[in-house]
């Protein structure tokens, strides 16, 4: 067994994938969120009446689309944790078998 210096797997293509793909996939997640939460914001500022309107008798739209927002981020999140642990350390375990 030979161990590889850190150079050699900073610069390896394995390596440059992996970085790359994280990047990507954390990046889109962000800008998803991002988008959906400054929609929010932007509807409260533009058209506070429309988030009045009611859904029943003690709900309106404001506090549907609130907690909407609030499952999202977590549905967003879980399929971060699933991506993660189903093909991030994956590739985290290839890359590290090169080192032993």
């Known amino acids: 067994m030979s161990k590889t210096n850190t150079h050699e797997i900073l ?12 990047w990507n996939i954390s990046l889109s997640f962000t800008f998803v969120m991002l988008f959906v939460y400054i929609g929010f ?6 058209d506070k009446d429309a988030l009045k309107m009611p859904i029943g008798e003690s709900l309106n ?6 907690l909407g927002i609030i499952l ?29």
């Open 41 to 46: 914001l932007l509807l409260v500022a533009y």
């Open 72 to 100: 999202f981020s977590w549905l967003i999140t879980g399929a971060y944790v699933y991506w993660a642990n189903n093909y991030y350390d994956e590739a985290v375990k290839e890359i590290k078998k090169e080192i032993i």
């Open 61 to 66: 739209l404001a506090i549907v689309v609130g």
């Open 11 to 22: 610069q390896s293509k394995a390596f440059k994938k992996l970085v790359t793909n994280r």
